[in-house]
Protein backbone atom coordinates (compact mmCIF):
# COMPACT_ATOMS: atom_id res chain seq x y z
CA UNK A 1 0.00 0.00 0.00
CA UNK A 2 0.67 4.01 -0.44
CA UNK A 3 0.73 6.17 2.80
CA UNK A 4 0.86 9.76 2.65
CA UNK A 5 1.99 11.63 6.20
CA UNK A 6 1.72 15.31 6.58
CA UNK A 7 3.16 16.71 10.08
CA UNK A 8 3.44 20.36 10.85
CA UNK A 9 6.01 20.54 13.76
CA UNK A 10 8.78 18.63 16.03
CA UNK A 11 6.51 16.29 17.97
CA UNK A 12 4.24 15.62 14.91
CA UNK A 13 7.67 14.50 13.34
CA UNK A 14 8.66 12.16 16.00
CA UNK A 15 5.28 10.34 16.42
CA UNK A 16 5.16 10.04 12.41
CA UNK A 17 8.39 8.28 12.37
CA UNK A 18 7.34 5.81 15.25
CA UNK A 19 3.65 5.41 13.20
CA UNK A 20 5.86 4.66 9.85
CA UNK A 21 8.16 2.16 11.80
CA UNK A 22 5.15 0.03 12.53
CA UNK A 23 3.38 0.23 9.53
CA UNK A 24 6.36 -1.03 7.99
CA UNK A 25 6.11 -4.08 9.97
CA UNK A 26 2.58 -4.52 9.60
CA UNK A 27 2.86 -3.50 5.49
CA UNK A 28 6.82 -4.68 4.48
CA UNK A 29 5.74 -3.52 0.53
CA UNK A 30 4.53 0.11 1.92
CA UNK A 31 5.58 3.23 0.11
CA UNK A 32 5.84 5.86 2.30
CA UNK A 33 5.97 9.68 1.44
CA UNK A 34 5.76 12.64 4.18
CA UNK A 35 5.73 16.24 4.61
CA UNK A 36 7.20 16.19 7.87
CA UNK A 37 11.31 15.79 9.54
CA UNK A 38 14.32 14.16 9.98
CA UNK A 39 12.58 11.42 12.41
CA UNK A 40 9.76 10.42 9.32
CA UNK A 41 12.84 10.46 6.75
CA UNK A 42 15.11 8.39 9.37
CA UNK A 43 12.07 5.99 9.52
CA UNK A 44 12.17 5.35 5.82
CA UNK A 45 9.68 7.79 4.56
CA UNK A 46 10.43 10.15 1.04
CA UNK A 47 10.50 13.64 2.51
CA UNK A 48 9.33 15.95 0.22
CA UNK A 49 8.96 19.05 2.75
CA UNK A 50 10.52 19.89 5.95
CA UNK A 51 8.44 21.26 8.64
CA UNK A 52 11.31 23.70 9.45
CA UNK A 53 9.94 25.55 6.24
CA UNK A 54 6.65 26.78 7.56
CA UNK A 55 6.49 26.20 11.74
CA UNK A 56 4.77 29.31 12.84
CA UNK A 57 3.19 29.80 15.57
CA UNK A 58 -0.09 31.85 16.35
CA UNK A 59 -2.58 33.86 15.16
CA UNK A 60 0.01 37.36 14.35
CA UNK A 61 2.57 34.98 13.22
CA UNK A 62 0.69 32.77 10.50
CA UNK A 63 -0.62 36.59 9.49
CA UNK A 64 2.73 37.52 8.17
CA UNK A 65 3.76 34.39 6.64
CA UNK A 66 0.21 33.73 4.89
CA UNK A 67 1.92 33.49 1.47
CA UNK A 68 4.24 31.13 2.12
CA UNK A 69 1.64 29.07 3.49
CA UNK A 70 0.01 29.30 0.73
CA UNK A 71 2.36 28.21 -1.89
CA UNK A 72 3.13 25.27 0.83
CA UNK A 73 -0.32 24.29 0.24
CA UNK A 74 -0.79 24.40 -3.02
CA UNK A 75 2.90 22.31 -3.64
CA UNK A 76 1.22 19.73 -1.20
CA UNK A 77 -1.87 19.09 -2.91
CA UNK A 78 0.83 18.80 -6.71
CA UNK A 79 2.79 16.36 -4.08
CA UNK A 80 -0.03 14.34 -3.07
CA UNK A 81 -1.90 13.84 -6.78
CA UNK A 82 2.11 12.50 -7.74
CA UNK A 83 2.15 9.67 -4.73
CA UNK A 84 -1.34 8.90 -5.75
CA UNK A 85 -1.64 7.55 -2.04
CA UNK A 86 -3.72 4.50 -1.17
CA UNK A 87 -4.47 6.70 2.50
CA UNK A 88 -3.52 9.91 3.78
CA UNK A 89 -2.61 10.35 7.26
CA UNK A 90 -2.64 13.86 9.29
CA UNK A 91 -0.90 14.47 12.11
CA UNK A 92 -1.79 17.35 14.51
CA UNK A 93 -1.37 20.22 12.10
CA UNK A 94 -5.16 21.10 11.85
CA UNK A 95 -5.03 24.48 10.20
CA UNK A 96 -2.82 22.77 7.25
CA UNK A 97 -4.24 19.45 7.79
CA UNK A 98 -8.06 19.63 7.49
CA UNK A 99 -7.59 22.14 4.14
CA UNK A 100 -5.65 19.24 2.72
CA UNK A 101 -8.44 16.60 3.91
CA UNK A 102 -11.07 18.17 2.25
CA UNK A 103 -8.83 18.23 -1.20
CA UNK A 104 -8.00 14.50 -0.50
CA UNK A 105 -12.25 13.73 -0.17
CA UNK A 106 -12.54 15.83 -3.14
CA UNK A 107 -9.83 13.01 -5.23
CA UNK A 108 -11.62 10.16 -3.29
CA UNK A 109 -8.55 9.18 -1.27
CA UNK A 110 -9.29 7.34 2.09
CA UNK A 111 -7.95 9.96 5.04
CA UNK A 112 -7.62 9.01 8.81
CA UNK A 113 -6.49 11.54 10.99
CA UNK A 114 -4.07 10.84 13.86
CA UNK A 115 -4.21 13.83 16.91
CA UNK A 116 -7.12 15.13 16.89
CA UNK A 117 -7.36 18.74 16.46
CA UNK A 118 -8.04 20.54 19.98
CA UNK A 119 -11.50 21.28 19.61
CA UNK A 120 -12.07 20.84 23.08
CA UNK A 121 -10.31 24.04 23.24
CA UNK A 122 -11.24 26.02 20.29
CA UNK A 123 -12.89 25.67 16.75
CA UNK A 124 -15.60 23.27 17.71
CA UNK A 125 -17.10 23.55 14.27
CA UNK A 126 -14.42 21.94 13.02
CA UNK A 127 -16.38 18.87 13.49
CA UNK A 128 -18.41 18.95 10.29
CA UNK A 129 -15.42 19.34 8.33
CA UNK A 130 -13.78 16.30 10.42
CA UNK A 131 -17.35 14.66 9.81
CA UNK A 132 -17.04 15.55 5.96
CA UNK A 133 -13.37 14.69 5.41
CA UNK A 134 -12.05 12.59 7.75
CA UNK A 135 -12.63 8.50 7.54
CA UNK A 136 -10.58 7.66 10.71
CA UNK A 137 -10.39 9.84 13.54
CA UNK A 138 -7.61 8.44 16.47
CA UNK A 139 -7.26 10.89 19.90
CA UNK A 140 -4.28 10.51 21.95
CA UNK A 141 -5.50 12.13 25.30
CA UNK A 142 -8.79 10.20 27.41
CA UNK A 143 -10.81 13.14 28.55
CA UNK A 144 -11.10 13.40 24.17
CA UNK A 145 -13.44 10.31 24.07
CA UNK A 146 -16.60 11.63 25.93
CA UNK A 147 -15.88 15.26 24.24
CA UNK A 148 -16.34 13.53 20.79
CA UNK A 149 -19.33 11.31 21.93
CA UNK A 150 -21.01 14.23 23.28
CA UNK A 151 -20.64 15.84 19.66
CA UNK A 152 -22.03 12.39 18.34
CA UNK A 153 -18.97 11.64 16.56
CA UNK A 154 -17.27 7.85 16.64
CA UNK A 155 -13.42 7.83 17.95
CA UNK A 156 -10.48 5.24 18.29
CA UNK A 157 -8.38 6.04 21.65
CA UNK A 158 -4.72 4.72 20.96
CA UNK A 159 -3.01 5.76 23.96
CA UNK A 160 -0.26 8.60 24.15
CA UNK A 161 2.36 8.17 22.16
CA UNK A 162 5.05 9.85 23.83
CA UNK A 163 4.38 7.13 26.76
CA UNK A 164 6.01 4.35 24.33
CA UNK A 165 8.68 6.94 22.72
CA UNK A 166 9.84 7.46 26.23
CA UNK A 167 9.72 3.68 27.19
CA UNK A 168 11.93 2.23 24.16
CA UNK A 169 14.38 5.71 24.26
CA UNK A 170 18.35 4.68 24.78
CA UNK A 171 20.24 7.41 27.05
CA UNK A 172 23.21 8.79 26.13
CA UNK A 173 25.41 7.59 29.56
CA UNK A 174 28.13 10.31 28.89
CA UNK A 175 25.53 12.97 29.80
CA UNK A 176 26.03 13.59 33.49
CA UNK A 177 24.96 16.07 36.40
CA UNK A 178 27.23 19.17 37.14
CA UNK A 179 29.01 18.65 40.25
CA UNK A 180 30.16 22.15 41.17
CA UNK A 181 26.58 22.93 41.23
CA UNK A 182 24.13 22.70 44.16
CA UNK A 183 21.36 22.20 41.45
CA UNK A 184 20.83 21.18 38.09
CA UNK A 185 17.56 22.31 36.30
CA UNK A 186 16.70 21.86 32.49
CA UNK A 187 15.12 24.58 30.68
CA UNK A 188 13.42 23.58 27.89
CA UNK A 189 12.51 27.20 25.79
CA UNK A 190 10.81 25.14 22.51
CA UNK A 191 11.00 24.62 19.36
CA UNK A 192 9.92 27.39 16.80
CA UNK A 193 11.92 30.65 16.73
CA UNK A 194 9.33 32.74 18.64
CA UNK A 195 9.87 30.58 21.49
CA UNK A 196 13.40 30.41 22.09
CA UNK A 197 13.55 34.38 21.86
CA UNK A 198 11.16 34.65 24.46
CA UNK A 199 13.28 32.85 26.56
CA UNK A 200 16.61 33.18 26.42
CA UNK A 201 16.31 36.71 28.27
CA UNK A 202 14.66 34.83 31.20
CA UNK A 203 17.28 32.04 31.30
CA UNK A 204 20.05 35.16 31.33
CA UNK A 205 18.92 36.51 34.31
CA UNK A 206 18.31 33.79 35.99
CA UNK A 207 21.64 32.30 35.74
CA UNK A 208 23.19 35.25 37.00
CA UNK A 209 19.98 35.37 39.59
CA UNK A 210 20.98 31.76 41.20
CA UNK A 211 24.88 30.91 41.01
CA UNK A 212 24.15 27.74 42.85
CA UNK A 213 22.39 26.29 39.46
CA UNK A 214 23.60 25.12 36.56
CA UNK A 215 20.98 25.44 33.78
CA UNK A 216 20.57 22.88 30.62
CA UNK A 217 19.18 24.32 27.79
CA UNK A 218 17.38 22.20 25.62
CA UNK A 219 17.93 23.38 22.08
CA UNK A 220 16.34 21.86 18.99
CA UNK A 221 18.59 21.27 15.56
CA UNK A 222 15.73 22.34 13.12
CA UNK A 223 16.84 26.11 14.82
CA UNK A 224 19.95 27.85 14.26
CA UNK A 225 21.93 27.81 17.05
CA UNK A 226 22.70 31.61 16.62
CA UNK A 227 19.02 31.78 18.42
CA UNK A 228 20.97 31.08 21.73
CA UNK A 229 24.01 33.10 21.45
CA UNK A 230 23.59 35.38 24.14
CA UNK A 231 23.99 32.44 26.81
CA UNK A 232 27.08 31.34 25.35
CA UNK A 233 29.47 33.55 27.97
CA UNK A 234 27.39 32.54 30.72
CA UNK A 235 29.20 30.10 33.18
CA UNK A 236 26.51 28.51 34.60
CA UNK A 237 24.75 27.69 31.31
CA UNK A 238 25.11 24.78 28.56
CA UNK A 239 23.06 24.31 25.02
CA UNK A 240 22.88 21.12 23.91
CA UNK A 241 21.06 20.31 20.88
CA UNK A 242 18.94 17.33 20.67
CA UNK A 243 19.13 15.98 24.16
CA UNK A 244 16.12 16.94 25.91
CA UNK A 245 15.37 13.61 27.43
CA UNK A 246 19.62 13.21 28.94
CA UNK A 247 18.98 16.69 30.26
CA UNK A 248 15.57 15.98 32.07
CA UNK A 249 17.07 12.71 33.21
CA UNK A 250 20.16 14.35 34.99
CA UNK A 251 18.14 17.48 36.47
CA UNK A 252 16.65 18.47 39.45
CA UNK A 253 13.71 20.49 37.92
CA UNK A 254 12.53 21.86 34.80
CA UNK A 255 10.73 25.00 33.32
CA UNK A 256 8.78 24.50 30.11
CA UNK A 257 7.43 26.12 27.64
CA UNK A 258 4.09 24.74 26.68
CA UNK A 259 3.26 22.00 24.43
CA UNK A 260 4.28 18.15 23.91
CA UNK A 261 7.11 18.81 26.32
CA UNK A 262 5.03 18.85 29.43
CA UNK A 263 4.27 15.54 29.05
CA UNK A 264 7.46 14.51 28.31
CA UNK A 265 8.90 16.33 31.20
CA UNK A 266 5.92 14.47 33.48
CA UNK A 267 6.68 11.43 32.48
CA UNK A 268 10.40 11.60 33.40
CA UNK A 269 9.15 12.11 36.53
CA UNK A 270 10.84 15.49 36.70
CA UNK A 271 9.18 18.64 38.76
CA UNK A 272 8.31 21.61 36.66
CA UNK A 273 7.18 24.80 36.66
CA UNK A 274 5.18 25.49 32.50
CA UNK A 275 5.74 29.18 31.36
CA UNK A 276 4.78 30.91 28.22
CA UNK A 277 4.73 34.37 26.04
CA UNK A 278 3.68 34.93 22.77
CA UNK A 279 2.77 37.73 20.67
CA UNK A 280 0.53 40.25 22.37
CA UNK A 281 -1.76 40.38 19.31
CA UNK A 282 -1.75 36.75 19.44
CA UNK A 283 -2.14 36.56 23.27
CA UNK A 284 -5.21 38.93 23.10
CA UNK A 285 -6.82 36.90 20.52
CA UNK A 286 -6.07 33.45 21.74
CA UNK A 287 -7.79 35.06 25.40
CA UNK A 288 -11.13 35.44 23.18
CA UNK A 289 -11.00 31.76 21.33
CA UNK A 290 -9.64 29.72 23.32
CA UNK A 291 -11.87 27.51 25.53
CA UNK A 292 -9.29 25.89 28.48
CA UNK A 293 -8.70 26.29 32.07
CA UNK A 294 -5.23 25.46 31.84
CA UNK A 295 -2.36 25.71 28.77
CA UNK A 296 0.03 22.82 30.16
CA UNK A 297 -0.91 19.08 28.64
CA UNK A 298 -0.47 17.96 32.21
CA UNK A 299 -3.45 19.84 33.95
CA UNK A 300 -5.35 19.21 31.10
CA UNK A 301 -5.06 15.63 31.03
CA UNK A 302 -5.30 15.77 35.28
CA UNK A 303 -7.99 18.27 34.89
CA UNK A 304 -7.02 20.30 38.02
CA UNK A 305 -3.90 21.84 38.52
CA UNK A 306 -0.47 19.79 39.04
CA UNK A 307 2.05 22.11 37.41
CA UNK A 308 2.25 26.06 37.76
CA UNK A 309 1.83 27.74 35.04
CA UNK A 310 3.22 31.50 34.22
CA UNK A 311 1.43 33.41 31.27
CA UNK A 312 2.47 36.47 29.68
CA UNK A 313 2.76 39.36 32.50
CA UNK A 314 3.01 36.47 34.98
CA UNK A 315 6.18 35.23 33.52
CA UNK A 316 8.80 37.64 35.22
CA UNK A 317 11.69 36.59 36.73
CA UNK A 318 10.09 37.15 40.49
CA UNK A 319 7.50 34.63 39.37
CA UNK A 320 10.18 32.18 38.05
CA UNK A 321 12.37 32.05 40.58
CA UNK A 322 10.16 31.53 43.29
CA UNK A 323 8.58 28.81 42.09
CA UNK A 324 12.22 27.29 41.03
CA UNK A 325 12.87 27.60 45.13
CA UNK A 326 9.90 25.78 45.51
CA UNK A 327 10.94 22.89 43.17
CA UNK A 328 13.87 22.70 44.10
CA UNK A 329 13.80 23.21 48.11
CA UNK A 330 10.30 22.22 49.08
CA UNK A 331 10.74 18.32 49.55
CA UNK A 332 6.46 17.94 50.40
CA UNK A 333 6.10 19.86 47.71
CA UNK A 334 8.27 18.42 44.94
CA UNK A 335 6.71 14.96 46.10
CA UNK A 336 3.21 16.09 45.50
CA UNK A 337 3.76 16.79 42.07
CA UNK A 338 5.66 13.75 41.28
CA UNK A 339 2.58 11.37 42.50
CA UNK A 340 0.35 13.19 41.10
CA UNK A 341 2.71 12.45 37.87
CA UNK A 342 1.95 8.68 38.35
CA UNK A 343 -1.82 9.12 38.58
CA UNK A 344 -1.18 10.76 35.16
CA UNK A 345 0.32 7.65 33.73
CA UNK A 346 -2.12 5.54 34.61
CA UNK A 347 -4.93 7.31 32.97
CA UNK A 348 -3.25 7.48 29.42
CA UNK A 349 -3.29 3.73 28.97
CA UNK A 350 -2.25 1.55 26.25
CA UNK A 351 1.74 1.87 25.53
CA UNK A 352 1.72 0.44 21.75
CA UNK A 353 0.05 3.34 19.97
CA UNK A 354 2.38 3.40 17.10
CA UNK A 355 1.11 -0.27 16.63
CA UNK A 356 -2.26 0.18 17.23
CA UNK A 357 -2.27 3.55 14.48
CA UNK A 358 -0.35 1.66 12.42
CA UNK A 359 -3.42 -1.38 12.34
CA UNK A 360 -6.40 0.92 12.08
CA UNK A 361 -4.30 2.94 9.11
CA UNK A 362 -3.69 -0.66 7.42
CA UNK A 363 -7.66 -1.65 7.65
CA UNK A 364 -8.74 1.86 5.98
CA UNK A 365 -5.93 1.44 3.34
CA UNK A 366 -7.51 -1.53 2.27
CA UNK A 367 -10.77 -0.58 1.93
CA UNK A 368 -12.49 0.12 -1.25
CA UNK A 369 -13.45 4.43 -0.92
CA UNK A 370 -17.10 5.40 -1.21
CA UNK A 371 -18.36 7.09 -3.89
Known sequence: MKYFLIAGERSGDLYGGN?????????????????????MQLAGAELLSHYKESAFMGF???????????????????????????VLIFIDYPGFNLRMAAFAKSRGYQTAYYISPKLWAWKKNRIHKIRKYVDLLMVIFPFEVPFFKSMNHHVVYVGNPLVEHI??????????????????ISFLPGSRKQEVLASVGMISKLSRLRDDVFIWVAGVDNLSIELY???GDLK?????????YELLNLCDAAVVTSGTATLETALWGVPQLVCYKTH????AIAKRVVNV?????????????????LLQGQYTLLNVAQELQKLLENQAYRNTQIDEYQALRGLLGPSNTSELVANNVFELSVKQPLD
Do not use: H
Open 229 to 231: AEL
Open 280 to 283: PISY
Open 19 to 39: LIRSLKLKDPLAQIACYGGDE
Open 236 to 244: NVKVVIGKT
Open 293 to 309: KFISLVNLIAEKEVVKE
Open 60 to 86: FEVLMNIRMIGLRLKQCKSDILAFDPD
Open 167 to 184: ASYQLDPSFIRNQNYQWN
